[in-house]
């Protein structure tokens, strides 16, 4: 673990020079095409949706209305929803760029600005939030079909408020999400309405019957739960953002369904908590499951943490750090920042030691030079 000094001191400052973009193996450029995908603006203020891959020289990027926060990938479709309390989604073409489908939420629905696909492919589930005059809302997962154009074919209750980010556990069956317990309306903006009496948990929904499996409170009044990602065993990893600017509890939790009743905080002194700023934007886990990585753009802070013992093991000082995704193919994170640079961070570790090695990230720019916005999606697929 990082001391304090060596923590503010800075691993890598987001200062620092460019470095070129890492070979990959020949297996993995002879076989596999990587995608790289996020919402970004220019300097102007303009905003666009971007795809990029680097070992086919090949890029694009469309023009939208307005800011666009997540995405998820199947086969050749990116999905982009606009941002809370948005109601417009993107289909796009993931090779060519050409935007397919321009969708409207469903009258008295916003989206939250996370999808995620079935297994299959065949279902897009959305995080939304259906609201009435009255300023009372209801969270729910509206259900899409791909092969129908992407038509809105269902719905699932969430059981609370403010659905944001959600994920598929290995069973294929059982949809995670994390509630952010803040009520919003659309006709008050982004004004957050029930700090005094806001609930964000962890829950766990049938994806056949709309059924609550599970469910985990987060453990302060004021913390939102907003991101997660989940393991190939099925654990999940939950980022927080608190709405009390005085509280220094833990912002990331460890959860299984099958395990445990409550969230297991990953475990760090206060002042590091501190330095991330009272703000998780994106997490994502290593293909093995055993490491975690949090951003925290309002901290300027990149961490990493061990998912078995729960203890940081690294953390990085990179200005306006925001998206993150893990490259299996790289055995690394990628990292995205608001000034335009991509690092690639390895998630390995010792061998003869069983302790991840710390490593300096390396740095580049993608063809463009954007803003990238929080959040970072890959997707390979061999050609």
Request: proline letters at 4%; one cysteine or more.
């Amino acid at each position: 673990m990082l001391s304090r000094r060596q923590l503010l001191s800075g691993v890598l400052c987001g200062t620092a020079g460019y470095a070129v973009l890492p070979k990959l193996s020949m297996a993995t450029s002879q076989y596999m095409q990587q995608w790289l995908f996020s919402a970004c603006d220019n300097h102007e203020g303009q905003h666009f949706i971007y795809g990029w891959c680097a070992q086919q020289h090949k890029q694009w990027q469309i023009p939208v209305a307005q800011r666009c926060h997540g995405a998820s990938c199947f086969g050749r479709y990116v999905v982009f929803a606009a941002r809370r309390p948005g109601t417009v989604m993107y289909i796009v073409d993931r090779y060519s760029g050409e935007l397919l489908y321009e969708l409207e939420a469903k009258a008295g629905t916003h989206f939250f600005g996370h999808s995620v696909f079935s297994p299959d492919g065949h279902y897009l589930y959305v995080t939304e939030s259906r609201f009435a005059n009255t300023l009372k809302t209801k969270g729910v997962v509206g259900v899409y079909a791909s092969d129908q154009q992407f038509s809105r074919v269902a719905e699932l209750p969430v059981h609370g408020i403010g659905p944001h980010e959600l994920q598929i556990l290995p069973d294929g069956k059982t949809l995670v999400v994390a509630v952010g317990g803040i009520l919003t309306h659309p006709q008050r903006g982004r004004e957050k309405l029930n700090l005094d009496s806001m609930q964000s948990s962890v829950n766990y929904i049938d994806t056949a019957t709309g059924e609550l499996k599970g469910q985990v409170l987060a453990p302060a009044q004021k913390l939102s739960l907003r991101h997660l990602a989940v393991t190939n065993t099925g654990d999940i990893v939950v980022g927080a953002q608190s709405q009390d600017d005085e509280l220094t509890a833990p912002l990331l939790f460890r959860h299984s369904i099958n395990e445990s009743n409550e969230l297991l905080p990953f475990e760090a002194d206060s002042w590091l908590w501190q330095q991330h700023n009272s703000y998780i934007a994106s997490v994502a886990v290593s293909a093995d499951g055993l490491i975690a990585l949090a951003t925290s753009p309002r901290g300027n802070l990149a961490s990493l943490w061990d998912m078995r013992s729960g203890e940081n093991l690294a953390s990085y000082t990179l200005i306006d750090v925001a998206g993150v995704a893990y490259d299996d193919s790289q055995q690394a994170f990628l990292l995205s920042n608001g000034q335009g640079r991509l690092y690639q961070l390895s998630g390995k570790r010792d061998p003869k030691k069983g302790q991840y090695v710390a490593l300096q990230p390396k740095s580049w720019r993608a063809p463009i030079k954007p803003r990238w916005d929080n959040h970072l999606t890959l997707h390979s697929q061999k050609g």
